[in-house]
């Protein structure tokens, strides 16, 4: 027997969340031929005597759309180990997407394009064709987004127009035949959050019809957490569709505490029948759009709309209203604390890297919110909002995966975009033991493959694709901060994608050897 590469004597972890075994993993063509003992000759034999051998890792909630399509290598999840990512996620992704969509929300999108080119992408096809064109440094398997596809029928409206849902599934229809992996919300941003229940279960019926995912940023991740959730399982059962609930989390020092009651649910629905799973990323803070803070309704007619109210001293005090009454579509002021706002991308970057409580001194903290989101509506922050303890209980549940949530590798940004695979295994493997190498392992591999169906990866088994990685288990981790996150991982010291090495000795190679994986494709 002759193989390309062989990876020696390496403990081998299949993704399915067996045990770990000793054994020789035999890759020709691209693809793994055998694991256990290899007395053949090979191409290249790599020692990996004290690694850890797995799939290489799959990040199911990504938002890196654009940044594979930048001249500059983009190694930062290969670093991690992570070969493929789902993009699109929160409703957003890049196409469908028109001149006059963009005209009046294009800066959220070029907040989320991480230097990429945001411009009228009118066919999904299109936009997968120049993804592969660029080349990406992983593979990119992309979804199609409820926002985009509300913008492009819609505009900014709240009721829907004649005809807008009608031509809202049709684009659907085209991406999904172009090869779109699913089909996502973001129930908190505009415009997809003017949506009904009604709405997002005909969008979720034409991912059914494909035997594609529904995932969902939902309506609440607070205090509104239990309907939130009723509803995301309701859209499972009225469209018979795959359901995956984006970065699961208890959001809010009120609401603290409640990850038992998140993940009962979610069990529960299970055994009724809806095939419901979830993602987590492994921090207590998480990241989004500045104006977030601000209820829905500030947003309402796009970007120019918003300023307008948020130069009015009557609109701001009618919206600090809305948001303190902790209603649904309240956005997450009440539950938030103005020391836990950090600034991590604004026009004025004299504001970035800092704090909203020490950017508002004497003044108040509302009026200064205001004031930043009148200067820059696409800000991001980092905003601290979980306990820990909930983290850790619904890490350990085996329906909830590991994904990043990842923003695009520019700027400061959130730590989970440079570490938050490595941070897994370390922190909460490793030092703490909340999970088991092999329990760690089925959730970044096989447990996302299944839900997005990405046939022949996230299993280390012979017939499978050879996207593996290998890393050291005294070593793997990350010490990004949110002050300084951009660290290089620990750890990591091989991927392969396809049975080609892209990263060696925990050095990223430039090659640019990932695919755009097409659902349905084959």
Known sequence: MSADIVLR???????????????DVVIAEGRVTDVGRFDGTARETVDCDGLIVAPGFLDPHAHSDLVHATTEPQPFKIAQGVTTEIVGNCGFSFAPLTRAALDQLGDIWTELAGGGEVRERTTFAGFLDELEESAPANNVAAMVGHNALRAVANGVDVELRPGALERMRELAAEAFDAGAAGFSTGLIYVPGCYADTDEVVAMAQVAARYGRPYTTHMRDEGAHLAEALDEALAVGRRAGVRVQVSHCKVAGVRNHGGAGALLDRIAAARRE?????????????????????????????????????????????????????????????????????????????????????????????????????????????????????????????????????????????????????????????????????????????????????????????????????????????????????????????????GGRVALRSGQPSDARLGRVLRAGRG
Do not use: N
Request: glycine residues 14%; hydrophobic residues 40%.
């Open 9 to 23: 004597g390496g403990t081998v972890h299949d993704g399915l969340g067996s045990p770990g075994r000793v054994a």
């Open 273 to 497: 029948g809806v095939d419901v799973l979830g993602d987590q990323y492994p921090y207590t803070a998480g990241s989004t759009l500045l104006a977030a803070l601000l209820p829905t309704s500030a947003s309402e007619g796009g970007t120019g709309a918003l300023r307008t109210r948020l130069a009015s001293h009557d609109a701001r005090a009618t919206l600090r209203g809305v948001a303190e009454s902790g209603a649904v579509g309240a956005g997450v002021w009440r539950d938030c604390r103005p020391r836990d706002v950090l600034l991590v991308a604004h026009r004025d970057a004299s504001v970035v890297g800092r704090r909203l409580d020490e950017l508002s001194g004497e003044s108040d903290p509302w009026d200064r919110l205001c004031d930043l989101v009148l200067a820059d509506p696409s800000a991001l922050i980092v905003l601290e909002m979980m306990a820990e303890d909930d983290v850790v209980r619904i890490m350990g549940d085996p329906l909830i995966g590991v994904g990043s949530d990842s923003g695009p590798p520019v700027g400061l940004q959130h730590p989970r975009t440079w570490g938050c695979f490595p941070r897994v295994l370390g922190t909460y493997v490793r030092e703490r033991g909340v999970l088991t190498w092999e329990q760690a392992i089925r959730k970044m591999t096989s447990l996302t493959a299944r839900t997005f169906g990405l046939a022949g990866r996230g299993q280390l088994l012979p017939g499978m694709v050879a996207d593996v990685c290998a890393f050291d288990p005294a070593r793997i981790g990350h010490a990004g901060t949110y002050e300084r996150p951009d660290v290089a991982p620990d750890g990591v010291e091989l991927v392969l994608l």
